[in-house]
C-alpha cells in the first residue's frame, strides 16, 4: 500500500505530538513508512516540520474562516461571540497541531513567522474591538491578550495530551481562565 505525502504529514504530527524529539527513523516507523521514502518526501527533518509548521498555520486560517472573523471585524458585531467561538475551535488546533506551536524550527522560519504575524494580527483586532466592547480589559495591550491566549492554548494541548483534563471540559475551562483574567 503507498502512503501519500499527505498520510505522512498527518501520522507525523501525531507522533511528534507525543514524542517531540522523535527522530526520522522513528517518524518514519509512525507513519508506516520506510526512513528512505519519508526522505523522498522530506530530505531533513527541518524540511519535514516546516511542512508541518504551514498545515497548522492552514488550520488556523480555516478557524478565522469558519468563526466569521472578517466579517465580524468589518461590521463590528457579534465581537464578543466571534472571540468565543475562536478560543474554543484554537482548542481542537492546538491538541492536532500541538508540536507546532512550541517547534523552534516553526518560530524562526522567516515564512512561517510572517504568515503567523498575519494571523495574529487579525486575532489582535478582534481582542480590540472587544476591549471596546467593553468584553475585555481596556487597559491590557492587546498583544499581551493574544500571548495569553497562546499560553493557556499550550496549556489546554498539555493537559490533554497528559489527560489532566477531560476533553468535554476544555472549552470551558479555557474560557473560565481567559475571561476572568482579562474582563
Known amino acids: 500500500m503507498t502512503v501519500s505525502?499527505?498520510?505522512?504529514v498527518t501520522r507525523a504530527i501525531?507522533?511528534?505530538?507525543?514524542?517531540?524529539?522523535?527522530?526520522?527513523a522513528e517518524i518514519a516507523q509512525a507513519a508506516?513508512?520506510?526512513r528512505?521514502?519519508?526522505?523522498?518526501?522530506?530530505a531533513t527533518r527541518e524540511e519535514l516540520i516546516i511542512a508541518l509548521g504551514w498545515r497548522?498555520?492552514?488550520a488556523w486560517q480555516r478557524v478565522h474562516d469558519e468563526i466569521g472573523l472578517d466579517a465580524a471585524l468589518r461590521t463590528g458585531e457579534r465581537v464578543?461571540?466571534?472571540l468565543h467561538a475562536l478560543l474554543v475551535a484554537h482548542i481542537e488546533v492546538a491538541?492536532?497541531?500541538g508540536f507546532a506551536l512550541t517547534e523552534h524550527l516553526v518560530g524562526i522560519n522567516p515564512e512561517l513567522v510572517r504568515r503567523a504575524e498575519e494571523l495574529e494580527a487579525r486575532e489582535i483586532e478582534l481582542?480590540?474591538?472587544?476591549q471596546r466592547a467593553g468584553v475585555l480589559r481596556a487597559d491590557l495591550p492587546p498583544r499581551w491578550v493574544s500571548n495569553t491566549v497562546y499560553g493557556l492554548l499550550v496549556a489546554a494541548r498539555e493537559s490533554l495530551r497528559r489527560g489532566d483534563v477531560a476533553r468535554r471540559d476544555t472549552p470551558r475551562l479555557l474560557l473560565e481562565t481567559f475571561l476572568r483574567g482579562t474582563s
Open 32 to 34: 508506516g513508512v520506510h
Open 95 to 97: 491538541e492536532e497541531h
Open 36 to 42: 528512505a521514502t519519508l526522505h523522498r518526501h522530506f
Open 56 to 58: 497548522a498555520h492552514e
Open 127 to 130: 481582542i480590540e474591538a472587544c
Open 80 to 82: 464578543e461571540e466571534t
Open 5 to 8: 505525502r499527505e498520510q505522512i
Open 14 to 24: 501525531k507522533h511528534l505530538n507525543q514524542a517531540p524529539a522523535a527522530s526520522m
